[in-house]
């Protein structure tokens, strides 16, 4: 069984469908394999859950579809000034996105910077 931590830290609506897609593709692909999977955004990441992009909204619902699930670094939420009601679906937030992406890995997990 695969565990998987993903770093979304970029800006751009064509690089948030990008990351999207691959994790869709990965869990498309992996099925079962793939007990769980995380997105963790920070930075210029944070974004993505801000976009009002269709394509990008609609994506977002496939991947809670698919139980995968949104982590946002609290230090970049502060930072910008955003409030978890203001992102475009429930997430869970960390301290820090960096310190959670180390912990992960740290458990085993798999991680993936796209």
């Not at 751009?12 to 099925?31: A, E, H, P, Q, S």
């Not at 769980?36 to 801000?50: M, N, R, S, Y």
């Not at 699930?69 to 679906?89: G, K, S, Y």
């Amino acid at each position: 069984m695969t565990k998987v931590v993903v770093q979304v830290n970029k800006a751009g609506d064509d690089y948030y469908k990008k990351v999207l897609n691959n994790i869709i593709n990965l869990k498309n692909k992996l099925g079962d394999q793939l007990v769980e999977c995380e997105i963790v955004l920070f930075g210029e990441g944070l974004p993505l859950l801000l976009s009002e992009d269709e394509a990008i909204r609609n994506q977002i619902t496939k991947i809670l579809e698919k139980d995968i699930q949104f982590i946002v670094c609290n230090n970049t939420l502060t930072r910008l000034n955003v409030q978890t009601e203001d992102l475009a679906c429930s997430v869970n937030a960390a301290g820090s996105g960096v310190a959670h992406l180390v912990t992960r890995q740290t458990e085993g997990w798999a991680y993936l910077a796209l």
